[in-house]
């Protein structure tokens, strides 16, 4: 049931795409089992590079300097990265970024610390639709500290406006936590407009940046943004459990008081010294050991972002994402499916949710057929559409392997 005009008009758009070359130095791309991938936004796929970084870090550096390597460049690689990720795709300048820990664990030391920073204020602005662990975790840090949860409601295919949070910060408002891009809907928030608002009301804002970094450009310095974190395994590409990264603008690194207090954030780790006394700089937030080797893919995928461009990178996923719409209107919307995302491409980040109630029967039969897009309940799939390594062809396959599945269901009156 191929529809010939979406392959073809795909075809076109792979021919004209000046990124198409890279999607070579993935692997996997040309795994036939693998029709379509469309789920870089939850992991990406790996470089072909990374077999051989790893094999050298494991035969060189770790096999061949041991503990050595930790004075040799291992214990810097946290700020190194950081500083290089900072400069591709944050718009931050070097001394702000680290890579360590979670993401998780990294938003919670940075909501912590900002609320630390604002002691005389009692509330935690957060929107109903953020990813799960930034809404459980500030419901933890307000049992901890006795403090109010105030929630934004938000559209099903939007997210935080800066009119919803204008409405709710004041005089109270120690923090504001949202989403740069939503995990769900893909609606990219108006970053400085937001921390404008917030800064006027004398709160700081912590953005999450987990589905934006590697695919829509930020401006973190330019945007005046307090703190920020994200994950690495996504459109960096760092594997699976890759480290997270985080971001303190200079303004806060002297002060910035995060509640994981180990010794690699220590000011003289090896004088095993009996009173902590913090690291300078972006330091700090280090709790204990970096995860090296978790470090490497990552770094292959920012070097290959930093030739392609971040610019670059964000008109393709633009214009996959408006492929995806076109053809969901097109294709899909017959069925019944409905868009959860915003309509505009300049409003959408680098996915698309669609809803349809036969969808969490339908993905595992997708899936079996090497068609994978990622399931959100209670009833999206949304296609993730990771710029450097997803072709407009994978797209069109996808679409056409949804329109027959929704067929099937129909025909079966499911
Ligand atoms: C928006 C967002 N924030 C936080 C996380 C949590 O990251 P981690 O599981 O690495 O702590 C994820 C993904 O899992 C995410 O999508
Ligand atoms: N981190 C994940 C994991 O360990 C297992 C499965 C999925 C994930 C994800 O990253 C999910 C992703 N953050 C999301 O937006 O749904």
Known sequence: MLDPTLLDRAAGLDAADPLAQ?????LGTDDDAVRSYLDGNSL?????????????????QWGGRLIRGWDEGWLTLPEQIGDQLGRVALGADAGQCI??????????????????????????????????????????IARERGLTLRWIEVAYDGGATPADVAAVVGP???????????????????VPA???????????????????????????????????????????????????????????????DQ?????????????????????????????????????LAMRDMIDLIDEAGMDAVRRKSELLTAFAVEAVDEVLAPY??????????????????????????MVPELWQQGIIPDYRN???????????????????????????????HRAAGR
């Open 99 to 140: 890579v360590a820990d979670s993401t998780s664990v990294l938003l919670y030391k940075l909501a912590r610390a900002a609320v630390a920073a604002r002691p005389e204020r009692t509330e935690i602005v957060i929107d109903r639709d953020n990813f799960p662990t930034d809404r459980f975790l500030v419901e933890g």
């Open 378 to 408: 209670p009833d999206g799939i949304r296609l993730g559409l990771s710029p450097l390594s997803t072709s407009f062809h994978e797209v069109a396959l996808a679409i056409d392997a949804i329109a027959e599945g929704l067929a099937g």
């Open 194 to 256: 937001i921390t404008r608002i917030a800064h006027d009301a004398g709160a700081l804002v912590l953005w999450d940046l987990s589905h934006s970094v590697g695919s829509v450009p930020a401006e973190l310095d330019a945007w005046d943004v307090d703190f920020a974190a994200g994950c690495s395994y996504k459109y960096l590409n760092g594997g699976p459990g890759a480290p997270a990264w985080a971001y303190v603008a200079e303004r806060h690194l002297d002060t910035l």
């Open 44 to 60: 990406g796929r790996p470089l072909t590079s990374v077999v051989g970084s790893l094999t050298s870090f494991v035969e060189g």
């Open 259 to 295: 509640p994981i207090l180990g010794w690699l954030g220590s000011a003289d780790p090896f004088a095993m010294g009996s009173a902590y006394q913090p690291a300078p700089g972006i330091r700090r937030l280090v709790s204990g050991t970096p995860p090296i080797v978790g470090m």
């Open 22 to 26: 890279h999607r070579k130095l993935f």
């Open 172 to 190: 109270e408002t120690a923090l504001v936590l949202l989403s740069h891009v939503a995990y769900r809907s893909g609606y990219v928030a108006d």
């Open 336 to 361: 019944g499916v409905v868009i959860a995302s915003p309509r505009v491409a300049a409003e959408r980040g680098g996915h698309v949710t669609i809803d349809h109630p036969a969808f969490p029967a």
